[in-house]
């Protein structure tokens, strides 16, 4: 199929905003809870030396609960939700579905399933740890790519078409 045929990588980098802004405001959340029940300790120094006070600041317990919950916790259960259940079955994302494309077999045309869509997204986050070149690298590889496949999609034999893309017949 041309190119065309597939998804643009602008689509692509709307579709991932989309799908990281439950993440953004739940990380907000825990970090606004972590520094908003911070605590103050101080102690006087009763030594030879007498020294005076001495304050120090720190995180609350309740801080460290929350940021535990919505800046780790939750995002986490959220990514494998909305990218290993959601999209391995249905093929899209909640960011994908907005923007109107899936995430498909080269080879079958469907959804790869649960365990294949969140290695997939392994990948990138493998990609991203190891090495900034290799994460923009294979991000940007759908800009030269004739089936606008990144290398993640390239490793998993995945290419993301429109939602009413059928093999054989471009919708284009």
Do not use: H
């Amino acid at each position: 199929m041309p190119q065309e045929a597939y998804t643009s990588w602008g689509t692509r980098v709307l579709a991932w905003l989309i799908d990281y802004v439950p993440v953004i405001i739940l990380t907000g959340i825990g970090y606004g809870l972590l520094m908003g029940t911070r605590e103050t300790e101080c102690i006087t120094d009763s030594s030879e030396y007498q020294m005076g006070e001495f304050c120090a600041e720190g995180a609350s317990t309740l801080g460290q609960l929350s940021f535990g919950l919505f800046g780790v916790l939750l995002p986490l259960a959220y990514g494998v939700w909305n990218y290993g259940y959601r999209q391995g079955t249905t093929g899209s994302s909640i960011g994908k579905s907005v923007m109107k494309f899936k995430v498909v077999s080269e080879k079958t045309w469907q959804p790869i399933g649960f365990g294949l869509s969140l290695v997939r997204e392994i990948i990138y986050w493998v990609a991203s740890a190891a090495c900034g070149v290799v994460w923009l690298v294979a991000v940007l590889f759908p800009l030269w790519d004739p089936k606008r496949q990144s290398l993640a999609d390239k490793i998993m034999t995945t290419v993301c078409v429109p939602l009413d893309q059928t093999p054989g017949q471009p919708n284009y």
